[in-house]
């Protein structure tokens, strides 16, 4: 029964990720990518992993796919974009581009999924059958230990990063003026 | 749940193929990057994979659900960074789409 509800899962994804990449409109783009993020969630909590998949929602379907949305609704993209002068396709790059990427990705897909069943039977059999502990396989305290001894380091690097990305977006999305109140031109 | 990890593990590369399809095939540039955030949860699912299948058959371990916390928030920041470059180029040239941007000294 879980294991279904898992399959169901990953159907969905697989479903909604080919919908992020084929929407016409950007909006449904991004409520794809919104329930693929979801089913994602389902996954983590169905695998063991209940911290994950609640930042999952939190971060990913709370923050990240707000963002995109309100950058379609602010530049207002909603609509389905116009073919330009030209007469091409204005989803895709022309046929020789989309080809070599098409091929580019059916190339690494099928090599990951080769290899990925060909190593499988030298995988190690877990003796309970992934019995799930009580508190999930992202225990809290754990996680809490590791991230605040062995891997300070990184967290640190993580909030010097955060803070940079607040300055550095901020100065790119001002609106610069092109004349000061004294009249000079900005560079 | 008993599903084995090789199922975890392709349903992780199918993500990560549509991803990178998405990426080099489309020309709106939101799309583009929202093609990266799926690239980086295919990445995530493969971690998820790993830490169960070595917490099932060793002591719990906890590497890759940090692995996992630390992604999100490079995710975060990329799309924090890549959607503050997109409203910048379309103030220049009133459009997302990748072609007005071949040459980004005009």
């Known amino acids: 029964m879980v294991d279904l509800l898992f ?80 007469g091409d396709d204005p989803l895709f790059h022309d046929r020789r581009r989309s080809a070599g990427g098409l091929a580019v990705a059916v190339a690494l897909g099928s090599a990951s999924l080769i290899g990925i069943l060909r190593g499988a039977r030298h995988l190690a059999e877990p003796a309970n059958g992934y019995a799930l502990p009580d508190e999930g396989f992202d225990a809290l305290p754990a996680l809490a230990e590791a991230m605040f001894t062995r891997y300070s380091l990184p967290f640190e690097a993580a909030s010097v990063l955060l803070l940079a990305t607040t300055v550095g977006v901020m100065v790119l999305a001002k609106r610069q003026r092109a004349v000061t109140p004294a009249g000079e031109k900005r560079p | 749940m008993s599903v084995p990890t090789e199922h975890l593990l392709a349903l992780a590369a199918i993500l990560f193929a549509i991803g990178v399809a998405g990426f080099f095939t489309r020309r709106n540039l939101i799309v583009v990057l929202m093609s990266i955030e799926l690239m980086l949860n295919a990445a995530n699912l493969t971690l998820v994979a790993g830490a169960r299948l070595h917490s099932s058959t060793g002591p719990l371990q906890v590497d890759g659900p940090i692995f996992v916390i630390f992604i999100i928030a490079v995710a975060a920041v990329e799309a924090a960074v890549g959607l503050a470059l997109v409203i910048a180029l379309y103030r220049q040239k009133q459009t997302v789409s990748l072609d007005a941007f071949a040459r980004l000294e005009d």
């Not at chain 1, 899962?9 to 993020?37: D, K, W």
């Not at chain 1, 971060?59 to 796919?65: D, K, L, P, R, S």
């Open chain 1, 7 to 86: 399959y169901v899962a990953a159907l969905v994804a697989v479903l909604t990720a080919v919908g992020v990449v084929l929407a016409r409109n950007p909006v449904i783009s991004v409520v794809s990518l919104l329930t693929c993020f979801g089913s994602l969630a389902v996954i983590y909590l169905l695998a063991g992993f209940q911290f994950l998949a609640a930042i999952q929602i939190l971060v990913y379907g709370g923050a990240i796919m707000v963002l995109f949305l309100f950058v379609v609704m602010l530049l207002n993209l909603g609509g389905l974009s116009p073919e330009d002068e030209d």
